[in-house]
């Protein structure tokens, strides 16, 4: 029988064997997984850090996405001001031609009924130029319209929001050449000045467009930065260093190969004493 000492002996050494064993067997996650916060108890403090910063990522990467679709609403509406801006350009140069004393009438007449068409496709551009279901050159996106904002950040507030109202209507009626006629020579002065004053608010509105377009790609810029400086502290909190985990792990193994020599060494021990007690007997 084994005496209580050596029950105890025993019991110790198998406590040691399974603490060793776990302790390998965390390493081997650690290792497999390449993170050292693979359960909550291994760090309450820093798991529940690692998560809080793990959900901030994931905010501003939808942020990003939503920045991004912005630059591309954004450069939508611009394209749609160079073409109007094409055709107003087209249209002054028309009313140009059109204001020579020496054209007669009939020629006149055709200049204006390319003219008339080129009203009527800077009303039809204006009135169906849209992103995913917003208008953005009939005065939708005017600074009095209903804000049509960006989610930039990841909190609520001004401060994590970029607005797009910067494009008033630029259709015919708005910008003051709906009733031009080039169809006579004075109609045709006036028709060139009304569409040189065009041609300068469509400038304007790209102008503004184009600051729209700047300050996405900059919030863009200073997101993916907020995130690369997220992503390198929650890594540096959370991921295994795996050169310190191996060295972690081979001192385990010794460890654990020392505590089943000892293990192996008191069944030895043990079994000699019971022979002894048998031959004594």
């Given at each position: ?161 970029i607005n797009l109202n910067v494009v008033e209507s630029v259709t015919t009626e708005s910008l003051g050449i709906a009733n031009s006629d080039i169809s ?19 400038n304007a509105a790209r102008g503004q467009v184009g600051a729209i377009g700047n300050r996405l790609a900059s919030a863009t810029n200073g997101l993916n ?57």
């Amino acid at each position: 029988m084994v005496d209580p000492i050596s029950g105890g002996t025993f019991s110790q050494l198998l406590n040691t064997i399974n603490r060793n064993r776990s302790g390998l067997q965390n390493s081997l996650e650690r290792i497999s997984s390449g993170r050292k916060l693979n359960k909550a108890g291994t760090d309450a403090a820093a798991s529940a850090l690692s998560s809080q910063l793990r959900s901030e990522i994931t905010a501003l990467t939808q942020a990003v996405s939503n920045v991004e679709s912005g630059a591309n609403f954004a450069r939508t509406a611009d394209g749609g001001l160079a073409g109007v801006s094409d055709l107003v350009a087209r249209g002054r140069e028309l009313a140009i031609q059109s204001s020579n004393g020496t054209l007669n009438d009939s020629q006149r007449q055709a200049l204006d009924q390319e003219f008339t068409q080129i009203q009527n496709e800077i009303d039809r551009l204006t009135g169906s130029l849209e992103f995913n279901g917003q208008k953005l050159l009939d005065g939708s996106l005017a600074p009095n319209a209903e804000p049509v904002n960006i989610q930039a950040g990841s909190g609520s507030g001004a401060a994590n929001q970029i607005n797009l109202n910067v494009v008033e209507s630029v259709t015919t009626e708005s910008l003051g050449i709906a009733n031009s006629d080039i169809s006579t020579s004075q109609g045709a002065l006036q028709a060139a000045d009304d569409f040189e004053k065009a041609a300068q608010t469509l400038n304007a509105a790209r102008g503004q467009v184009g600051a729209i377009g700047n300050r996405l790609a900059s919030a863009t810029n200073g997101l993916n930065s907020q995130i690369e400086n997220l992503t390198q502290a929650e890594s540096g909190l959370a991921d295994t260093d795996l050169a310190e985990e191996v060295t972690r792990l081979q001192q385990g193994l010794l460890r654990f190969e020392t505590s089943i020599r000892a293990l192996a060494s008191q069944i030895q021990n043990e079994q000699s004493r019971a022979r002894i007690l048998d031959f004594s007997v």
